[in-house]
């Protein structure tokens, strides 16, 4: 699952999210956490298309 792509537009994958969510700070709050991922990896920055599944990757990693 970490190799999947969920931003083809950046060809940002889940791994990437998972970096940027240990690197960057950190936030309960899900949009804020989408907001400094979007920061740091770009993604959903293109199309825009694939928010949604970026917003349930992070969503997932957070209650994990």
Not at 4 to 25: L, P, T
Not at 29 to 36: I, L, Q, S, Y
């Amino acid at each position: 699952m970490e190799n999947v792509i969920v931003c083809n537009c950046k060809k940002v994958s889940v791994a990437d999210i998972e970096r940027a969510m240990s690197n960057g700070e950190h936030f309960s709050d899900v949009e804020k956490e989408f907001e400094e991922v979007q920061r740091l990896t770009e993604c959903s920055t293109g199309c825009g298309g694939c928010h949604d599944k970026i917003m349930g990757v992070i969503s997932d990693l957070m209650n994990e």
